[in-house]
């Protein structure tokens, strides 16, 4: 099986858990025999990806490529001021699909795999060039980045016509199909689930250097309860109304600290909002982090919360899983399908999210409970039983039996 696959950014020149997810699901794809060809958009290597051909489509950095069109930042075409960035980012996109016309000579294809709007008109080029099945893999929409809204109506219009014109699309939760079903009036029958998973990284039996976060640390000796955040700072995470949240935390724990690990355009809108609401000495921006830094965050939280306003999926709880975290996710997401060790909230409930994160804080019992479920659920998980879904679907499109 030869698989043309279009994605946007892969580890370590990834922006978010996209990447992340389809390197994991290419490799276990691979493992099972899929021959596969990537294509990006930057000529950067990937020193850790030898499951694949990694192919760059645009002569571009991987930095550059990000800074003016990354996988998350659909917004920037109409926000951004000036007309370089919007020429620039309007560029990638041009170029990457007139690339087609080359990259579909390197192979002989049986199938072609999109991800997300962003590869939806190089990916209709292929198939027109190369008259084969298109599978459109949806792992965020416009409706989620916008936190609920229409958002870009560019980027609305491009996923709208991709998953119209895909032989199939394929959902990463039940969650994304109904939105693709309601907001796109994409026919049910189209639309397949095939959900994320997650692998055992292995990075939480290396030993941590001393004092990563020797203030958090210091905090944590002292009695504070540490309540972890990681992801973008964009409207979609509901950030306001985390704070929200923690401000009530605050008047029931006083000793609590909220950490906000990522980057984005909310971030100083949630530095003066933490001020007026009072809890500006409980709440911490450390920033984007990778690697060692990243893992030692796990090393001093207490609870992890992820209280999207619609959430495709969400890789992180499964990733504070396996760190022995406990997790309170937005009913509003994927992930919530299928970790049930999870606590789970509306997002729009903030008296329910602050009691469950003050429950999880003053009882020792509870919090040990949560931790041994989560690390023994997602020991379980594998990426392999999604691969071979994937693969039954390709066969299904070339028209022979599973």
Known sequence: ??????????????????GVACAHMCRALASQGADIDFIVPYINSHPDIDFMRVIPAIPADAREVMKHSGAYDSFYYQ??????HEIAANDYHSIYEASVDRIVTLGEYDVIHAYDWLTIRPALRAKQLLGIPLIVNIHAL?????????????????EYHGMMMADKVVAISQHVKNIIVREYHVPE??????HNSHVISGLNNQIAGPNTYRYIEMMRSVGYGIVMFFGRLTIQKNLPGLLRVMQKV???????????????EQELELVELAAELGIGGNVIFVG????????????????????????????TPLEAAEFGVPNLISRQSGVAEILSSALRSDYWDVDDMANQIVSVLQNKELATQLSEDGISEVSKMNWDNNASKFLNLYRNQLGYAA
Not at 253 to 258: C, D, E, G, I, Y
Not at 293 to 313: A, K, L, N, Q, Y
Request: positive net charge.
């Open 1 to 18: 099986m030869k698989i043309l696959m279009l994605g946007w950014e892969l580890p370590p020149h990834n922006a978010g858990g996209l």
């Open 79 to 84: 926000s951004k001021t000036g007309k370089k």
């Open 142 to 158: 416009e409706y989620d980045r916008s936190g609920g809204g229409y958002g870009n109506p560019f980027v609305r219009d491009i």
């Open 189 to 194: 029958s189209k639309v397949e689930v095939i």
């Open 250 to 264: 605050v008047e029931k724990h006083p000793k609590s600290m909220l950490v906000l690990m990522g980057s984005g």
């Open 288 to 315: 984007f982090q990778r690697g060692k830094e990243w893992r030692d965050m796990f090393g001093v939280s207490d609870i992890c919360v992820m209280p999207s306003v619609s959430e495709p999926f969400g890789l």
